[in-house]
Nanobody, 127 residues
Framework: QVQLVESGGGLVQAGGSLRLSCAAS????????MGWFRQAPGKEREFVAA????????KYADSVKGRFTISRDNAKNTVYLQMNSLKPEDTAVFYC????????????????????WGQGTQVTVSS
């Protein structure tokens, strides 16, 4: 079992930056591929970014490429999402997700690929 707790959300002006954190419980965090998803009001949840357990592979949605960076610190059981050049359309609840895997480069791009989810953190970007 893994418990995930997101933090770092808030209100920021367009063009600004935020860094989200996702702290995971458990002793085998390094064996989990991690992902970030978001859900805007009235819209379906969408993939944002993913990172393999090794940190060697990362994937991004086209809408955030070049602006967002996913990273992880296995010693701290934490995954991060650095968000730069934020736009009003980035406004959403951001969710952290995890899945256990032994595959070195595994980075699921869809929700069903993950077994554990956090409660979410609100990100609001004002114009």
């Amino acid at each position: 079992q893994v418990q995930l707790v997101e933090s770092g959300g808030g209100l920021v002006q367009a063009g600004g930056s935020l860094r989200l954190s996702c702290a995971a419980s458990g002793r085998t965090f390094s064996h989990y591929a991690m992902g970030w998803f978001r859900q805007a009001p009235g819209k379906e949840r969408e993939f944002v970014a993913a990172i393999s357990w090794s940190g060697s592979s990362t994937k991004y949605a086209d809408s955030v490429k070049g602006r967002f960076t996913i990273s992880r610190d296995n010693a701290k059981n934490t995954v991060y999402l650095q968000m730069n050049s934020l736009k009003p359309e980035d406004t959403a609840v951001f969710y952290c997700a995890a899945t256990s895997t032994s595959r070195y480069y595994y980075t699921p791009l869809a929700g069903p690929g993950y077994d554990y989810w956090g409660q979410g953190t609100q990100v609001t970007v004002s114009s």
